[in-house]
């Protein structure tokens, strides 16, 4: 019996010794000459990351720990992803990472402005972010979205996205269309009485020629005045970003006297109305405008080329203001304040 009870001892003491050894290696730093990234696959266990480890060097035994991990029980699921490793973690440290899933995260920022084409390229030139979407039309994007049949030019909300290594464009442009359903519900129900606009597609129509028009901040619900005004007379938006996204791919920098009188379903030259889509996708400031509109009795509005526009009642002072500023443009002269191009293209910036 007191064989049998030393023995015991002596088991208990033994065990005891390689908790306490495994404990001190997790309390070791890994054996790193620079920060790095290392990528947990999915399904793997923390003693196969261990493995790893051991194999790479960064530790010198994968089995003290594997042998505490065992005795004490504190392994619990890890989950998957990239993990930024330094000289200075220790294996408990990771551990503690990998089960709380601190990965590695990169940005991508969807500008104000830009257009569903110009989306998807950020999208796909986003670094570690699968481009499941690529060889999908239009038409397959918005159905795995839930609104087939709806054309997707700015049912996307432009901001700055987080995502980590493993999520696709189709995540983060689900993330984008639900931000902006919401925030345009919202608007919607906060709208002024007596807009002619008859749905909240109408105000997001409106909201991305706002936002194509102006990048000055003060002046987006005196735009937004200017064509509630029009809409509610019966005149004609006449607006050159209309008339650009209807060229497409034929718009070089420029537009003349006749693409302002080619006929295309956006051309609110030649079109009474709201155009049938979206331009681009507007941001909060130009959705908000396009349902709270500055009161006022402008109709009329040219760019001065610094960025700004100068509005005008009547005709007649609308035609003086045009005279002024844009018949005798300078080099630098721009409607907008300078834009930012989307990856590998030109912006398609109105004026």
Same mark, same amino acid.
């Given at each position: 019996?007191?064989?049998?009870?030393?023995?015991?001892?002596?088991?208990?003491?033994?065990?005891?010794?390689?908790?306490?050894?495994?404990?001190?290696?997790?309390?070791?730093?890994?054996?790193?000459?620079?920060?790095?990234?290392?990528?947990?696959?999915?399904?793997?266990?923390?003693?196969?990351?261990?493995?790893?480890?051991?194999?790479?060097?960064?530790?010198?035994?994968?089995?003290?720990?594997?042998?505490?991990?065992?005795?004490?029980?504190?392994?619990?699921?890890?989950?998957?992803?990239?993990?930024?490793?330094?000289?200075?973690?220790?294996?408990?440290?990771?551990?503690?990472?990998?089960?709380?899933?601190?990965?590695?995260?990169?940005?991508?920022?969807?500008?104000?402005?830009?257009?569903?084409?110009?989306?998807?390229?950020?999208?796909?030139?986003?670094?570690?972010?699968?481009?499941?979407?690529?060889?999908?039309?239009?038409?397959?994007?918005?159905?795995?979205?839930?609104?087939?049949?709806?054309?997707?030019?700015?049912?996307?909300?432009?901001?700055?996205?987080?995502?980590?290594?493993?999520?696709?464009?189709?995540?983060?442009?689900?993330?984008? @269309?639900?931000?902006?359903?919401?925030?345009?519900?919202?608007?919607?129900?906060?709208?002024?009485?007596?807009?002619?606009?008859?749905?909240?597609?109408e105000a997001l129509i409106l909201a991305s020629?706002?936002?194509?028009?102006?990048?000055?901040? @003060?002046?987006?619900?005196?735009?937004?005045?200017?064509?509630?005004?029009?809409?509610?007379?019966?005149?004609?938006?006449?607006?050159?970003?209309?008339?650009?996204?209807?060229?497409?791919?034929?718009?070089?920098?420029?537009?003349?006297?006749?693409?302002?009188?080619?006929?295309?379903?956006?051309?609110?030259?030649?079109?009474?109305?709201?155009?049938?889509?979206?331009?681009?996708?507007?941001?909060?400031?130009?959705?908000?405008?396009?349902?709270?509109?500055?009161?006022?009795?402008?109709?009329?509005?040219?760019?001065?080329?610094?960025?700004? @526009?100068?509005?005008?009642?009547?005709?007649?002072? @609308?035609?003086?203001?045009?005279?002024?500023?844009?018949?005798?443009?300078?080099?630098?002269?721009?409607?907008?304040?300078?834009?930012?191009?989307?990856?590998?293209?030109?912006?398609?910036?109105?004026?």
């Amino acid at each position: 019996m007191k064989k049998l009870s030393l023995m015991f001892v002596l088991f208990l003491a033994l065990l005891t010794g390689l908790a306490g050894w495994g404990y001190q290696q997790l309390q070791r730093p890994l054996q790193l000459p620079e920060t790095q990234i290392y990528l947990v696959a999915p399904g793997s266990s923390f003693i196969r990351v261990l493995n790893e480890l051991e194999q790479r060097g960064w530790i010198d035994s994968a089995l003290p720990v594997r042998l505490w991990l065992r005795l004490t029980g504190e392994e619990a699921r890890i989950r998957p992803g990239e993990y930024q490793v330094t000289p200075q973690t220790r294996i408990l440290d990771l551990l503690d990472q990998m089960q709380r899933g601190e990965v590695v995260t990169y940005r991508v920022t969807l500008l104000e402005g830009w257009t569903f084409r110009q989306i998807r390229a950020a999208l796909y030139q986003a670094e570690k972010l699968t481009p499941e979407t690529q060889d999908w039309s239009e038409a397959e994007i918005m159905a795995a979205l839930g609104m087939p049949d709806m054309p997707a030019e700015g049912w996307f909300f432009p901001d700055t996205y987080t995502y980590a290594k493993g999520m696709s464009d189709l995540d983060l442009l689900r993330q984008s @269309h639900q931000r902006m359903k919401s925030l345009l519900e919202e608007v919607w129900e906060s709208r002024q009485v007596g807009l002619p606009l008859q749905t909240a597609y109408e105000a997001l129509i409106l909201a991305s020629i706002i936002e194509r028009e102006t990048g000055a901040p @003060h002046e987006r619900r005196d735009i937004a005045g200017v064509f509630t005004r029009r809409l509610q007379q019966g005149m004609r938006l006449q607006t050159d970003p209309t008339v650009i996204y209807g060229m497409g791919e034929a718009y070089q920098g420029r537009i003349t006297r006749r693409d302002l009188r080619e006929p295309t379903p956006w051309n609110t030259y030649v079109i009474r109305g709201l155009p049938p889509t979206p331009i681009a996708s507007p941001g909060a400031a130009a959705l908000r405008a396009s349902v709270d509109p500055a009161d006022g009795e402008t109709l009329f509005f040219v760019a001065r080329g610094d960025g700004t @526009h100068h509005f005008s009642v009547t005709l007649q002072e @609308h035609n003086q203001a045009v005279r002024r500023y844009q018949l005798n443009r300078s080099a630098d002269y721009r409607s907008w304040p300078a834009p930012t191009p989307s990856p590998s293209e030109e912006s398609d910036d109105a004026r």
